[in-house]
């Protein structure tokens, strides 16, 4: 299935600027994750009629800031849960207005969030069929959907 | 009146109690729950007059506890706040027995909107 990158970007900046007031836009060049530094990754599976993954890979800052803004607190006092807790709720979010996109009776899964240096997720007979990068508050995000063929 | 909340997310419980401040609900008492089994305890304990809930949920859904509820005979609002709403779901949702469906992410108007003639009465 094709995704409408216009779709895709219009979901994603308007739950980071509704949920989180952050400034957020896309950007074609392509957009990578620091190298050599921790990240995290929030990934949401959908099944049904079309079968696939929405993930959403951000800097460890980045998800710090945006745990930050959700909880109302400062960058210092957000804990490790709590980031984990707000880029799964953003990752839920994002696939789920996605599901709007796909055929009626599709089901979104419980978001599941890891975190590491430089690792790569892939899905078992899946491949990326849309990926857009992002520049928020001068950081990488990169939102990716993956269809199981 | 009281106001229950019930989401796996904390932060979306959050933004939530945030969201209903910024409508002008920001007086009235608020409890929270983490999914709908948490949610069906809170309301035998505190009676709430308004359920605000999410669809997709660990252990018992959305779905599932307005069905317990209305089984009960509960009388209060129940809508949900969810991140998807198809007309499938919205169809559902009605069926059920659920007053609104509000989409996230949303603003304080759409609270203001779907709550605002049952909070302002």
Same mark, same amino acid.
């Given at each position: 299935m094709h995704f409408n990158e216009e779709d895709v970007n219009r979901i994603v900046t308007d739950i980071w600027t509704t949920i989180l007031d952050l400034e957020i836009e896309q950007v074609q060049d392509v957009v990578a994750l620091p190298p050599g530094q921790r990240s995290m990754v929030g990934c949401i599976q959908i099944a049904g009629e079309w079968q696939g993954a929405v993930t959403l890979f951000c800097p460890d800052s980045l998800v710090r800031k945006s745990a930050a803004s959700m909880f109302g607190m400062s960058e210092d006092e957000v804990s490790e849960e709590e980031m984990q807790d707000t880029l799964g709720e953003l990752t839920n979010m994002t696939a789920g207005n996605i599901n709007t996109l796909l055929p009626q009776g599709c089901t979104i899964s419980l978001p599941s969030v890891a975190e590491g240096i430089d690792y790569k997720i892939t899905i078992p007979g899946g491949r990326i069929t849309t990926q857009l990068g992002f520049m928020c508050e001068g950081e990488p995000m990169i939102a990716a959907i993956m269809e199981r063929v | 009146m009281k106001i229950l909340v019930v989401d796996d997310s904390k932060a979306m419980r959050m933004i939530v109690l945030r969201t209903l401040r910024q409508a002008g609900f920001g007086d009235h008492e608020t409890k929270e729950a983490a999914d709908g089994k948490e949610g069906l305890d809170l309301v035998h304990q505190w009676a709430p007059d308004v359920i605000i809930s999410d669809w /997709? @949920?660990? /252990? @018992?859904n959305g779905l599932e506890f307005l069905q317990a509820l209305k089984g009960e005979g509960f009388a209060g609002l129940f809508g949900f706040v969810t991140t998807e709403g198809s007309p499938k779901m919205r169809d559902t949702a009605m069926e059920e027995g659920a007053s609104f469906l509000i989409t996230k992410p949303f603003t304080a108007q759409s609270f203001q909107t779907e709550l605002g003639p049952t909070l302002n009465g």
């Open positions: - | /997709n @949920m660990p /252990n @018992m």
